[in-house]
């Protein structure tokens, strides 16, 4: 069953412009993870962060975290067209378990 | 890091033929994980291992299908018979004990025909 869940399920963006995309859980976490999937590829770990953290960065990704919500977003500033991908954010179950939204698909336009 | 290799890449077979999928996890990860994706049900856990021991096999759909980790750099998952619902890409990821991050093969596309 899907922990999260990503909103919106599509997004289409120019280059240059800022994506933002939002994940919504339902059960308290340890943590949690934002995994980008290019067309025909596996999924690649973006970034993690833990339950007592409220914010992270890394490159042009920024994530933040509500535990009070129960929810999480991802922005990407200054979008590509190799960022053109669907994200999916992941929860953590018991057992190094994750459980995987339905992911947004981004599309960015050159 | 070769990262987690998978074979096949693509598989297309019969209704009611056996299939095999293989995966190689990255040297040093003790936890390994079979998922299946489908545009229907998304990305699906069906199955993993903690130190070569199944530990959760709930996700796996039915007694047609079984896994196995005969040593720490090997998995099967296989799929007796197989049927055309069975068709989606399968993923193999691996993880350390010591982190929660998954690292992802390439997948196996899987079409029974």
């Known amino acids: 069953s899907q922990q999260g869940e990503e909103d919106p399920q599509a997004l289409s963006i120019q280059e240059g412009e800022n994506a933002t995309m939002n994940c919504s859980y339902k059960?308290?976490?340890?943590?949690l993870q934002w995994y980008r999937q290019n067309s025909g590829r596996g999924l690649v770990h973006l970034i993690l962060?833990?339950?007592?953290?409220r914010e992270k960065h890394s490159g042009r990704l920024r994530v933040t975290l509500d535990t009070s919500k129960k929810s999480s977003s991802l922005l990407i500033t200054a979008s590509r067209a190799a960022d053109t991908a669907s994200y999916f954010c992941?929860?953590?179950?018991?057992?190094?378990?994750?459980?995987f939204g339905a992911g947004t698909t981004v599309t960015v336009r050159a | 890091d070769a990262g987690v290799i998978q074979s096949p890449r693509h598989e297309v077979t019969e209704m009611g033929q056996e299939v095999t999928l293989r995966c190689k996890p990255i040297?040093?990860?003790?936890?390994l994980f079979w998922y299946r994706q489908t545009m229907m049900r998304g990305l699906e856990l069906l199955i993993y291992?903690?130190?070569?021991?199944?530990?959760?096999d709930s996700g796996m759909p039915e007694d047609r299908f079984s896994a196995k980790m005969p040593n720490a750099s090997f998995s099967t998952l296989k799929i007796q018979p197989s049927e055309p619902r069975d068709s989606a890409v399968y993923f193999c990821?691996?993880?350390?004990?010591?982190?929660?991050?998954?690292?992802f093969g390439p997948g196996t596309r899987l079409t029974v025909l």
């Open positions: 990821a691996s993880s350390s004990g010591t982190e929660d991050t998954q690292y």
């Open positions: 059960t308290s976490i340890n943590n």
């Open positions: 962060i833990r339950s007592n953290e």
């Open positions: 992941a929860t953590d179950g018991s057992d190094y378990k994750l459980s």
């Open positions: 040297s040093g990860h003790n936890s």
């Open positions: 291992f903690n130190n070569n021991v199944p530990i959760d």
